[in-house]
């Protein structure tokens, strides 16, 4: 299954060259706002692109496989908390 997985993300990663703007917050913030259904498939791969070389997703992915972070990333949101507020989930 990894195996596909990386060999899809291959075959995106040619056909997607990434701009350095892509990368920006704002558009990090853009995408991670969006369901997971409206994702494209290039948003979802900038983003596997752009947590790939954080601690958390590089243990992540050599623990588990390239398909736990995909299903990671897919479940990433982001939400803002002002400096001091308590966090409980």
């Known amino acids: 299954m990894d195996d596909d997985i990386n060999n899809n993300d291959k075959l995106l990663s040619r056909q997607f060259t990434f701009r350095p703007e892509e990368f920006s917050f704002e558009n990090i913030v853009y995408i991670l706002n969006l369901s997971t259904l409206k994702r494209s498939s290039r948003q979802m791969l900038l983003l596997r692109e ?14 588990n ?25």
Do not use: P, Q, W
């Not at 752009?50 to 623990?63: G, M, N, P, S, V």
């Open 50 to 63: 752009f947590t790939k070389t954080i601690k958390f997703f590089e243990d992540l992915t050599r623990e």
């Open 65 to 89: 496989g390239e398909t736990m972070h995909n299903s990671a990333c897919e479940r990433l949101f982001y939400e803002f908390v002002s400096m001091g507020k308590v966090i409980e989930n």
